[in-house]
DNA sequence: TTTATATACATTGTACCACACAGTATATAT
DNA sequence: ATATATACTGTGTGGTACAATGTATATAAA
């Protein structure tokens, strides 16, 4: 795998990543992490991870709460899609699937 | 469409749609900027395509030549595709179809 | 006729900003 | 000591965007 190409591609489409994540359920940043570790391409670490978060919050696509898991384990920051962040979601992915079509038709000629 | 998402999805698919276009048939930077201006994703100015295919020229990907075009017409600076540069195009053709298929997955949940 | 504008082609200097690297921080469990 | 779980931050990198420069020709407007 070609790693800097694969950090340059992930602009754009990391964020698109999660927030479809977060759109199927709530989550918090040490868990999308996890998530994405199974992904080679994807693979992100804290320091990308949690400024795109706050990003998000920043632009109001995400709202964010804190809930407390019990003794002895760190609270967990949730994120949440606001309406906002569902039809900014949804034009990232008609961007999406227009570009890997414009992609596949330029490949083939 | 969402201009400041998509200038940020370039990064790298660009690369990748060049690299693309220069292996099915040489081409010179502004035929580059013609046929990529009927893609809305793709779509990309001369600031952006002209350092990139020498960026790409300096890596080894490909090579250049010129080709006079007669009387009244500027000469065009042809681009090919070198051996390093198919077995790079390879590498990033595996990456796409992860990334897609990665991304689909995560999508759906 | 002279001037303005558009097309074809290539280059470059400066700025922006998402992601990467590396480190800080707290608390528990092994 | 080290690993796991969780969150944050300062600094650097590098591809793309903006805007401009340059030559040459053809065409439309003044």
Partial sequence: MNEE???????????FVIMSLIQNKDRYGYDVIQ??????MLKTQESTIYP???RLLKNGYLESYWRNMGEGI?????YKITKLGISYLNQLNDDWETLVKNIAELRRG
Avoid at 5 to 15: A, M, N, P
């Fill in 35 to 40: 998530t994405l570790d199974s992904y080679p």
């Fill in 52 to 54: 795109l978060l706050r």
């Fill in 74 to 78: 760190p609270a967990r920051k949730y």
């Fill in 5 to 15: 190409w694969v950090s340059q591609i992930k602009r754009g489409t990391l964020e």
